[in-house]
């Protein structure tokens, strides 16, 4: 299987093809990008990864996709199913010279469309490390709503690493039906550079 072709009116959300390998592995060694997340990645590991998503892909007929922005690969942004857990989990990475512009919620909130109205899930999900405000922001943006009751260690990373305790997120199809066409976060996607 293959995934859809998603747009946007600045983003192309697309499958991944072996030319994308560079442009990820530059994105998965940048340190401003991992610093929330865990370790940098060599060209092996961020290569394995790419495998993965792939195979997702293929598997399920959906998965992470490659965003293009004017014609470049600047991230991804797309569903995952855990290894440890039940459920559908949104995930976003983006390249870090590209932050600030509103990328990642635009991004999502395609996806979301799609897993919703094609993919029909009930619900999705989307957890990141306690820290990481600037992820809990675009989960805030897109409506997704906390759940602290759903806060946990995540299992993959090292019970001594500041980024274990994790916080969960919720959007179901109530909710999202209830926000389609809300244009709250519209203004932000004027390509503002906040560099
Ligand atoms: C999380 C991430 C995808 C957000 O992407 P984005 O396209 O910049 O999203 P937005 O423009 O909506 O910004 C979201 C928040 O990021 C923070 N942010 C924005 N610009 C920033 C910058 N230049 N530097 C640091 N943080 C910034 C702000 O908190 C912002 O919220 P605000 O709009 O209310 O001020 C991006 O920061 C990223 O790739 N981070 C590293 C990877 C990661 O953490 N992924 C999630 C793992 S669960």
Wanted: net charge negative; charged share 25%.
């Amino acid at each position: 299987m293959t995934a859809a072709v998603l747009t946007t009116d600045r983003l192309t959300l697309r499958g991944w093809h072996d030319s994308d390998r560079a442009a990820f592995h530059a994105l998965n060694s940048d340190e401003r990008v991992m610093a929330t997340i865990g370790p940098v990645m060599s060209r092996g590991e961020s290569d394995a990864f790419m495998n993965r998503i792939m195979r997702h892909v293929a598997d399920h007929g959906y998965g992470v996709w490659c965003v293009e922005l004017a014609g470049e690969s600047i991230g991804y942004t797309g569903f995952m199913i855990p290894w440890f857990r039940d459920g559908v989990e949104i995930g976003w990475r983006i390249r870090s010279d590209h932050w600030g512009r509103g990328i990642a919620p635009e991004a999502a909130r395609v996806c979301l469309r799609h897993g919703f109205d094609v993919l029909d899930f009930d619900e999705v999900l989307s957890f990141t490390s306690e820290t990481n405000t600037s992820s809990r922001r675009v989960m805030e943006k897109i409506g997704m709503a906390h759940d602290p009751a759903g806060d946990f260690d995540h299992p993959g990373v090292p019970a001594s690493s500041p980024l274990r305790p994790h916080v969960l997120y919720r959007l179901d199809r109530g909710r999202w039906e209830a926000r389609t066409g809300e244009t709250v976060d519209a203004h932000r996607n004027g390509y503002r550079d906040r560099s």
